[in-house]
């Protein structure tokens, strides 16, 4: 596959979801239909409870539409597949494993070699900023750090796509800068293809190639932005006037 080739494409995708016994079905999904290239960072915006989780979650495998379908690598997707890698707002580590067995986790489940898992543990700390942390449990990090743990558990599988819940929500301002210099660096280094949900306007068009705005339930696409923003990026391109107007742009369709 060519760098720029499609590796997602969502196809007039529905989705209802039954509220209760003898109710109205909710419908959350209208007919959403858009594509995602090979190294792509697409963000998705919306109003609260429009279907964006939801969105993520047929996209991971773990929601089955009612209409349309999901097509990965040309494949239709019918579950979770091992190539793509999901990392939601709360970290949901291991809380029992130390922070190098919950990296470990995965590689120990695919049988991979001891000295290759300890190697490959090792650098990733590495590039998560963590050296000295490699014995700590979870309740003994910060949630920033934690969502480190689970940034380095996901990529260590080396997938193809990362698909991303509000990741960093839950941090506070200075630490969620942070931890999207991080995700901008990680990408540079694997170029995985991410497709991510927040709610903060400034990040969904700081780390995108593309933002899409959807609409209130039942979500519909009503404008999907190119950000053209070289890359690297520095964070001081938010001050940018052109990152004022997507940003004036993307909020005059949430206020
Ligand atoms: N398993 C489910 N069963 C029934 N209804 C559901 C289920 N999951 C989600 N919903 C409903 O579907 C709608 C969309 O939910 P979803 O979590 O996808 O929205 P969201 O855009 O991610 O919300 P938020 O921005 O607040 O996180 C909501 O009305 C929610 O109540």
């Given at each position: 596959m060519?760098?720029?080739d499609t590796?997602l494409?969502?196809?007039n995708?529905?989705?209802?979801y039954?509220?209760g016994e ?9 007919s959403l239909s858009f ?5 792509e ?5 919306g109003?609260s ?5 939801t ?8 929601e089955?539409t ?8 040309n ?15 709360a970290?949901e580590?291991?809380?029992w494993?130390t ?10 489940i ?5 000295q290759?898992?300890k ?12 050296e ?6 979870p309740?003994?990090?910060s949630?920033g750090m ?6 380095a558990?996901?990529l260590i599988l ?8 509000e990741p960093?929500s ?6 969620r800068?942070?931890?999207q210099?991080?995700?901008?660096k990680?990408?540079d ?6 497709l ?5 306007v400034e990040e969904?068009i700081?780390l995108?190639?593309k933002?899409i ?8 696409i009503?404008?999907?932005i190119?950000v053209?923003?070289?890359r690297?990026?520095q964070i001081?391109?938010i001050?940018?006037n052109e990152?004022?107007?997507?940003k004036?742009?993307v909020l005059g369709?949430?206020?």
């Amino acid at each position: 596959m060519k760098v720029n080739d499609t590796i997602l494409k969502i196809n007039n995708i529905e989705k209802n979801y039954a509220a209760g016994e003898d109710s109205e079905k909710v419908h959350v999904l209208n007919s959403l239909s858009f594509s995602v290239k090979k190294g792509e960072i697409v963000s998705i915006v919306g109003p609260s409870g429009c279907g964006k989780s939801t969105l993520l979650n047929i996209v991971a495998g773990f929601e089955k539409t009612d209409g349309g379908g999901v097509f990965y690598n040309n494949t239709r997707v019918f579950g979770p597949n091992s190539e793509i890698a999901v990392v939601f707002q709360a970290p949901e580590l291991f809380l029992w494993l130390t922070v190098s067995e919950n990296i470990a986790f995965g590689l120990n489940i695919k049988k991979e070699d001891k000295q290759v898992i300890k190697d490959k543990v090792s650098d990733f700390i590495k590039l998560v900023n963590l050296e000295g942390f490699e014995k700590f449990y979870p309740n003994q990090l910060s949630i920033g750090m934690q969502q480190r743990v689970a940034l380095a558990r996901a990529l260590i599988l080396s997938p193809n796509m990362l698909i991303m819940d509000e990741p960093f929500s839950a941090l506070d301002y200075q630490t969620r800068i942070m931890m999207q210099k991080l995700l901008l660096k990680l990408w540079d280094k694997f170029k995985m293809t991410i497709l991510f949900v927040t709610h903060d306007v400034e990040e969904a068009i700081f780390l995108a190639d593309k933002t899409i705005v959807l609409s209130k339930r039942p979500a519909k696409i009503i404008d999907e932005i190119i950000v053209p923003f070289e890359r690297p990026r520095q964070i001081s391109i938010i001050a940018d006037n052109e990152f004022s107007k997507l940003k004036s742009r993307v909020l005059g369709y949430l206020m």
